[in-house]
């Protein structure tokens, strides 16, 4: 079992950049394939972008691609929401998940598939 614990996130205009992050509990971090969820107000939580457990494969939402990254490091058991040109519509409470059946390059999209999650951290972007 693995725990997870996102922090980073906050306020921060339009155009500007954060880096949320989740830290695992578990030494096994790197059997984990790894994604980052969102939920904003009235609305269903939805895929952002995801990492396989090797860290060679990652797949984003169409509308984070370009602008975010999830890079992992498995030496700090940890695995980052890296976040630019941000838009209001990225407003949002943001989660970190992570999958334990899954092949050395899966990625996994589905949210019903994860097994851990975090608490989330939030996410405000002003226009």
């Known amino acids: 079992q693995v725990q997870l614990v996102e922090s980073g996130g906050g306020l921060v205009q339009a155009g500007g950049s954060l880096r949320p992050s989740c830290a695992a509990s578990?030494?096994?971090?790197?059997?984990?394939?790894m994604g980052w969820f969102r939920q904003a107000p009235g609305k269903e939580r939805e895929f952002v972008a995801a990492i396989s457990l090797s860290g060679v494969s990652t797949r984003y939402a169409d509308s984070v691609k370009g602008r975010f990254t999830i890079p992992r490091d498995s030496a700090k058991s940890t695995v980052y929401l890296q976040m630019n040109s941000l838009k209001p519509e990225d407003t949002a409470i943001y989660y970190c998940a992570a999958d334990k059946d899954v092949g050395l390059h899966s990625i996994v999209v589905l949210i019903t598939l994860y097994d851990y999650w975090g608490q989330g951290t939030q996410v405000t972007v002003s226009s």
């Open positions: 578990s030494r096994t971090f790197s059997r984990y394939s």
